[in-house]
């Protein structure tokens, strides 16, 4: 019973084997000849609608192209805020060179009225060139000194508080006439740099209404239709910006230098006007 059946699983085995080894008909048969014939010829696509309108914008935009596609309004707020940058760029130059000539001269002239020089040698040197607030308050104060020796056969002792408080006003004045000065143009900075983003958010909301004005006009929300009215209010809300930074960031500056050469000018007061009241008290003696 064994033998037949070990047989027929023999004989099975077999047949496998060969049909595993031949492989499938379709699989053993020759590859077909490839077609012959011209090459298959391949077309461009075509851009969908509105496309080409919005790679031309892509392409082509720029500052001057935008400011010319720009409304009329938006342009005059372009011009505006071009003309504020230039304005406060030309303000923190002047005044760059200023500070930095004032400082150089009164280090200059410290270094002359410590050095050990009489006071009216220092006098008839700067007296006609008193061209900085350091030298302007020493000249009038000297001057104010001199004034109490003129008509007179001497300085009494009970004339010394007035002489002193005269000095010390001149001094104050001159001080604050000298320290307008050189504020002066620094309202017009802090204007530039507060008012600016304002004026160029006005030029954003413009354009805007301009694009919302396109949309409903031609009743299309595509991409060409839509940038220009957004380009040109994102650049005017740039310029505002363009203008308004620096202009607030060198008021700050110039507003914390002033601030310290105004103090070194009242210490230098201080130290002046005692050096002046000793003298007038050993003159009065």
């Not at 914008?57 to 596609?69: D, M, N, W």
């Not at 009329?72 to 011009?79: F, K, L, P, W, Y």
């Not at 350091?134 to 000194?145: D, I, K």
């Not at 008021?251 to 003298?279: H, K, W």
Request: glycine share 6%.
């Amino acid at each position: 019973m064994i033998k037949p059946l070990a047989a027929a699983f023999l004989i099975l085995a077999a047949l496998f084997t060969v049909g595993v080894a031949s492989g499938p008909a379709w699989a053993q048969a020759a590859p077909l000849a490839a077609p012959t014939g011209p090459a298959a010829q391949t077309d461009v696509l075509a851009p969908l609608a509105g496309t080409a309108q919005a790679a031309d914008t892509a392409g082509g935009f720029s500052i001057v192209s935008t400011f010319l596609r720009a409304d009329h309004v938006v342009q005059a707020v372009m011009i505006l805020l071009l003309l504020a940058s230039l304005w406060s760029w030309t303000i923190i130059f002047n005044k760059l060179v200023a500070l930095t000539t004032l400082k150089r001269k009164a280090r200059r002239f410290e270094k002359l009225f410590w050095s050990g020089q009489s006071l009216d040698e220092l006098y008839q040197q700067f007296a006609s060139r008193n061209d900085h607030p350091l030298t302007a308050m020493f000249v009038a104060a000297l001057r104010e000194w001199r004034r109490a020796f003129e008509g007179t056969n001497g300085l009494r002792e009970s004339m010394l508080p007035s002489v002193k408080e005269r000095i010390d006003k001149v001094m104050s004045v001159t001080i604050l006439r000298e320290t307008d000065g050189i504020e002066r143009q620094l309202g017009m900075l802090a204007t530039i740099g507060s008012v600016s983003p304002f004026v160029g958010l006005f030029g954003t909301v413009w354009g805007i209404m301009n694009s919302f004005s396109a949309i409903a006009a031609r009743h299309d929300t595509t991409l060409a239709v839509v940038a220009p009215g957004i380009a040109e209010a994102l650049f005017a809300t740039a310029l505002g910006l363009l203008a308004a930074i620096p202009a607030v960031i060198f008021y700050n500056r110039f507003v914390a230098e002033i601030g310290r050469y105004v103090n070194s000018l009242d210490a230098f007061a201080d130290e002046f006007s005692a050096i002046l009241s000793r003298q007038l008290d050993e003159k009065a003696r």
